[in-house]
Structures are given as structure tokens and as C-alpha cells.
């Protein structure tokens, strides 16, 4: 039996469990940061989020995460209660209260705050905002190519909760993944509502047909940084690339496969529904979008 694995696999740190968390303007130790059990993530998922990585002191594509962060509160009417510049002194001050240069995963999480009742009614959170920013100590370990299974979970209609939000509420996909692991595989590929190949239940996903690199159209799936990084990567080196429709007869006839996301980068993928994909193991095209990646992150963050 192979063994378990995830995208956000990551090498055991000692150092987490002594680290320092924002919360409202405090850092406080771990065991003492918490929230209200009013507040209005915890009771319904009424949140936002962005998840961020840092390479030697810099932190990645930090712009583009903003710009995503304060679009999602636009679109859910939430005031953050700080600028940009507030956001990025409050980052850093628990980047620097944690003694972090390197190596390290932020999730910054906001949300619309402490109800007053515990109702759905957005008027009942009338405290402001709760803020949260956990840095952790962070390098993936994922050991092999990973496993999907096809689920019958999709990502919805934007009339509904547009996946391209990046908020709380993500029962959808843990349902997705539950049923991904009862397949025995380690993550879930979702269909959009057409039956096209979309995503998985936690990364963007691509497949590699004769030399071209496919993802989906992107109109029902979070449209993650790290994937638009690899798009426009493959755009500017000559690897041709395309957001279309395609099924999973054709993944499953795919030389390659890999998902992204912030934290694993680029994730080599080996089996879909129990079929190999090419060899089983990372393709020569997966490995040059890794090296590009890899380079754009140097020039990024001055490695």
C-alpha cells in the first residue's frame, strides 16, 4: 500500500509549537490566541482569506495576494478596518516577532467579527472585524507524486458562492476530499457544472497533452496566483499553453499531470482514478515550469 500524502504536506517543525499569532492587533502566544465562539467565521463561515509564502524575507507576489484579499472584501461588503500598509506592518510585525526569514506559510484570515446573537444576519456582527495572521515555520515534504480521484462534488455557479472566492465557507471541498480519500486517493479532481475537468478540492490543476499544457477555462475555480505565475510562465518561454474545456477521457490519456497552489508550488501528479498518468513519475515539462518557477521566486524575492 502507498503511502498517505497531501499538496500541503510539510516537514515536521518543533519551533511551531512555541510561535507567536496575530490576533486583533496582539501577538500572542500560541495557547492563548484565540477568538470568540460568537465570532462569525467560527459560527458560519463568513470569511475571508489569503495564504502567503515567505523566501528570504520577502514575501511572494505580496501585491497579488492583496489585491485578491481586498477584492473578496469588496465583494462580500466586509471592511477590513486597515489599509494596505496596515496589513502589511501587521504581517510583518508577527513575521518579526517569530524570528522568520525563510521557509514559512502565512494564512491571513479575516472575518466580519463577533456577533452579538448567534443569527446569520450580517447586522449582528457589530464589533468589526476579527483579524488572524499564523506563520508557521513551513517546507513541503510531499514525497511522491500525488493521487486524484473524480468526485461528484463540483465547483458551483457563480450565482451561488463563486469558487473564485477565497473565503471561509469551504465545506464543498472537504466534502470533496473526504470522498477523494475514501477512493484512496489524496485529493479530489472536481468537475465543473458542464463536466469538464476544473480543480481539485485544494489546488488549480494542469495536464500535459504532446508538449501543450492545458488548465481549465478558470470560470469556476479559484483563479490562484501561483496558477496565472505558471500561465504566464509558459506564455513568455514558448510552452504552449491553453484555458479550455477538456474531459477527463482526455486527462486520463495525459503525458503528465500537476496541480499549484502557494504553499506546494508545483505538484507532480502520478494516478487519476487509478490510471498512471505517463510514467507515474514528474514529466520533462513539469520539471521546466518548476525551474521557471523556481527562478521567478529568486528574481521575486532578490534569492
Known amino acids: 500500500m502507498t503511502t498517505k500524502t497531501t499538496t500541503h504536506q510539510a516537514r515536521e517543525d518543533t519551533r511551531n509549537d512555541a510561535i507567536k499569532i496575530y490576533v486583533n492587533g496582539d501577538i500572542l502566544p500560541r495557547d492563548q490566541a484565540k477568538i470568540s465562539v460568537y465570532d462569525s467565521g467560527f459560527m ?23 489585491d485578491r484579499l481586498f477584492e473578496a472584501a469588496k465583494a462580500i461588503d466586509l471592511d477590513i478596518g486597515l489599509d494596505r500598509a496596515g496589513l502589511i506592518a501587521s504581517l510583518e510585525a508577527t513575521r518579526a516577532a517569530n524570528h522568520m526569514t525563510t521557509d514559512a506559510h502565512a494564512r491571513l484570515m479575516i472575518t466580519r467579527g463577533v456577533k452579538i446573537r448567534p443569527f446569520q444576519h450580517p447586522s449582528l456582527s457589530q464589533s468589526g472585524p476579527t483579524i488572524v495572521i499564523i506563520i508557521e515555520h513551513s517546507r513541503p515534504a510531499i514525497g511522491r507524486p500525488i493521487r486524484l480521484a473524480s468526485v461528484p462534488h463540483i465547483r458551483g455557479l457563480p450565482m451561488t458562492q463563486d469558487p473564485k472566492l477565497n473565503s471561509h465557507s469551504k465545506l464543498n471541498c472537504i466534502l470533496a476530499c473526504i470522498a477523494a480519500e475514501k477512493a484512496g486517493a489524496d485529493e479530489a479532481l472536481m468537475l465543473d457544472v458542464h463536466g469538464f475537468v476544473n480543480t481539485t478540492n485544494a489546488c488549480n490543476f494542469f495536464i500535459v497533452r504532446r508538449g501543450e499544457v492545458w488548465t481549465s477555462t478558470g470560470d469556476y475555480c479559484m483563479n490562484g496566483i501561483t496558477r496565472r505565475k505558471v500561465i504566464e510562465l509558459c506564455r513568455e518561454n514558448g510552452i504552449p499553453v491553453f484555458e479550455r474545456n477538456f474531459s477527463l477521457v482526455e486527462t486520463y490519456g495525459a503525458d503528465e499531470a500537476f496541480v499549484t497552489g502557494t504553499f506546494g508550488a508545483q505538484t507532480p501528479v502520478g494516478e487519476i482514478d487509478g490510471r498512471r498518468i505517463g510514467s507515474g513519475e514528474p514529466g520533462p515539462v513539469t520539471a521546466r515550469i518548476r525551474a521557471l518557477y523556481k527562478a521567478l521566486i529568486a528574481r521575486e524575492c532578490g534569492q
Not at 502567503?52 to 492583496?66: N, S
Open 44 to 66: 458560519l463561515g463568513d470569511g475571508i482569506w489569503e495564504g502567503l509564502r515567505l523566501y528570504d524575507g520577502t514575501w511572494a507576489f505580496l501585491d497579488d495576494h492583496l
